[in-house]
């Protein structure tokens, strides 16, 4: 099953889809920051990742996607927002794979099953 690498700053937030995920058989990582973030990615090479954009700020999750990119990372990456506005129209909007607004767990599960395999 696919590695995912869970990217914010709101530990509950990643408990609870981190839980979630492993029932469905996904590999689980996670980072609280963005140097984290770049430091587990370098370390696991997931499969997908999913990052907060206001991580913490919406100019770091911006940031933090460039990183990203830059690193040669070309497997998708998921926005997760609740106030993806930020993004729509940056340039970093084009090297995400999908732009979701935080609370839609369905809508994660599809996205990533769409984007990596595993739950439908």
Do not use: H, N
Request: aromatic fraction near 4%; proline fraction near 6%; glycine fraction near 8%.
């Amino acid at each position: 099953m696919a590695r995912i690498l869970l990217a914010d700053d709101d530990a509950e937030q990643i408990a609870v889809q981190r839980k979630l995920l492993e029932a469905l058989g996904y590999e689980v990582s996670a980072a609280l920051s963005p140097s984290e973030t770049l430091c587990e990615l370098e370390r696991r090479r997931p499969d997908l990742i999913v990052v907060d954009l206001s991580f913490p700020s919406p100019a770091e999750g911006l940031k933090l996607i460039r990183g990203i990119r830059q690193t040669g990372y070309a497997e998708p990456v998921i926005v997760l927002s609740g106030w993806p506005e930020a993004l729509y129209g940056a340039p970093e909007e084009q090297m995400v794979s999908k732009v979701l607004v935080k609370g839609g767990i369905r809508e994660l599960l599809r996205s990533i099953a769409e984007l990596v395999g595993g739950y439908s």
